[in-house]
């Protein structure tokens, strides 16, 4: 993500005072709230992965994940760009292409080249 995308978030929190109200807990809790909302977008449809007509609220919906997730960072004194490199890293150790292309499996369910 750009630097000057997070710190338009920063600035407008900051312009409103609003670093008060940031603490982790009440932060976390945006997020999870937020993901939900985006999740909500799905719920009792019946096309579950065809999301062209709901692009729009799909855009809005993560947009505020989003930025709740740069707030967060920023309340933690976390860069996002080193600690999602640090997890695509370790993502990378768990889940090797040699074992997981074209897998769903999750890392502990990974077979190893000898195991049939």
């Not at 920063?10 to 997020?31: C, E, G, T």
């Not at 939900?36 to 719920?43: D, G, P, R, T």
Request: aromatic share 8%.
């Amino acid at each position: 993500m750009k630097q000057e995308t997070i710190d338009m978030v920063l600035k407008f929190r900051d312009d409103r005072n609003w670093r008060q109200f940031h603490n982790p807990k009440d932060l976390a809790i945006s997020v999870s709230l937020e993901a939900a909302e985006l999740l909500e977008i799905f719920q009792w449809s019946a096309d579950d992965l065809v999301c062209e007509e709901k692009k729009d609220k799909i855009k809005e919906e993560l947009a505020d994940v989003l930025n709740y997730c740069i707030l967060m960072a920023d309340a933690c004194g976390l860069d996002l760009d080193e600690i999602v490199q640090a997890k695509v890293k370790r993502n990378c150790e768990k889940y090797p292409v040699s074992l997981s292309y074209n897998s769903k499996a999750k890392y502990t369910e990974l077979k190893t080249g000898g195991e049939e």
